[in-house]
């Protein structure tokens, strides 16, 4: 499977290795870091997402940063935190790795695994992950498994088979690469990730979790999620009931939302979609991010396609206050001939369904009425809401009168 290429100006992989250096370093511009290259260790190299992305001309203002050194990575790190003033998180005590946080900037030293740096990039996941940046006076290339030739030729290959049973997380990593660089899978490749995806449930479920949440809130992620639904490497956490999403993501459909709404929509379908209730629980989402698949499954299940013109009052009224700050991903699964009546409607914040709220304060009931504080009243603000929602509160007088009502006869 190929995703469509991205425009990134992969212009300077073609030279010679030792202006390569020197190219990267620059696009990389140190002086900007929180640390001198100068204070580093001899021997230190800049490894991962950082040279990768440099190399595609692909880096963030502030990229993460992945430093190797020869050895004592928790200690210095210390100094730079001490030095700095910043936040020091050990990562890794066995395996000496730490974290410096500063001022929005990632540094993460790791004690070089093996006699060589080489040694160590060979126990990486994908070779394009498997370039280092040697710096120091005489900035230089390293690249023992081909990773280079991979951003050329805009593919994922795995380093070793043996590395996705060391850690299956890369499973679901190398699916994730695909998306965020429109890379193609290696055949062989794929073959690994075939045979080890019933190794994933041994990946921390935070790690899992961090994995998807990259992937589902990446617009031009369906390939991908196609995939994960082909190899089954979610089928532990997986939504039984899954619905064809492909039909959600035409032109057609996306040209009715901006990319703000978009940005709502597509990452709660996708978790919708890909997991259960149960699996969402398991891989430690939010609370807030299960309640949010969890009602958007609840009005899923009852869409009657009929734009819900078949519900109650009092459930269409439901639905919006449940949706109502998502709403663009129940919207983006509507008829096409509906989904521009309800965008519409939801753009327009004072539209009494779509934006449900009172025709009048708790405070103003309770002074103007002499009402006591309580579950009761709360009661009665939401009736309120639900009469204002279908055009029954034009003035306060009316209001007054059917709090009133209410009120005696509840």
Not at 135 to 163: F, R, S, W
Not at 345 to 365: C, I, Q
Not at 394 to 407: D, G, P, S, T, V
Request: proline share 6%.
């Amino acid at each position: 499977m190929h995703i469509s290429s991205t425009s990134a100006d992969v212009t300077i992989l073609n030279g010679d290795k030792n202006d390569l250096a020197k190219l990267l370093l620059r696009r990389l511009n140190p002086d900007k870091w929180p640390l001198r290259i100068d204070q580093l260790p001899l021997g230190t190299a800049l490894v991962g997402g950082a040279v990768r992305d440099g190399l595609l001309n692909r880096l963030q203002e502030k990229p993460d940063l992945d430093l190797v050194v020869p050895n004592n990575a928790i200690k210095i790190t210390q100094n730079f935190a001490k030095t700095l003033g910043s936040t020091l998180i050990v990562l890794d005590a066995e395996r000496d790795m730490a974290r410096l946080a500063f001022q929005g900037w990632t540094i993460d030293f790791a004690t070089q695994i093996g006699c060589t740096l080489e040694e160590d990039l060979c126990r990486r996941d994908f070779r394009l992950n498997a370039i280092a940046l040697l710096l120091g006076p005489n900035p230089k290339i390293v690249d023992p498994t081909g990773g280079i030739e991979d951003l050329n030729k805009k593919k994922l290959v795995a380093v070793h088979e043996k590395n996705f049973i060391e850690d299956p997380l890369r499973c679901l990593r190398g699916l994730r690469f695909m998306a965020e660089l429109n890379f193609s899978l290696d055949p062989q490749t794929r073959t690994f990730i075939n045979t080890y995806s019933n190794l994933l449930p041994n990946a921390a479920p935070e790690r899992i979790q961090s994995e998807l949440k990259r992937i589902v809130y990446l617009k031009e992620a369906d390939d991908v999620i196609d995939l994960l639904n082909e190899i089954g490497l979610l089928k532990l956490w997986s939504n039984e009931k899954l619905s064809p999403p492909k039909i959600l993501f035409t032109s057609k459909n996306q040209n009715v939302l901006n990319n703000k709404e978009l940005s709502l929509a597509l990452p709660l379908i996708r978790l919708t979609h890909l997991l259960s209730d149960s699996g969402l629980a398991s891989l430690r989402f939010s609370k807030r991010h299960c309640k949010r698949c969890q009602l958007l499954r609840k009005w899923q299940e009852r869409n009657d396609g009929l734009a819900f013109e078949t519900l109650k009052e009092e459930d269409r009224f439901q639905l919006h206050k449940d949706l109502e700050e998502y709403l663009p991903a129940l919207i983006l699964q509507l008829p096409f001939k509906d989904q521009e009546v309800w965008i519409n409607r939801w753009r327009d914040l004072e539209d009494p369904l779509f934006h449900p709220s009172p025709p009048v304060d708790g405070n103003t009931l309770q002074e103007i009425l002499h009402l006591p504080q309580g579950p009761k009243l709360g009661s009665l603000m939401h009736h309120l809401s639900h009469e204002r929602a279908f055009g029954r509160m034009c003035n306060l007088e009316k209001i007054l009168q059917e709090a009133r009502h209410w009120w005696q006869h509840n």
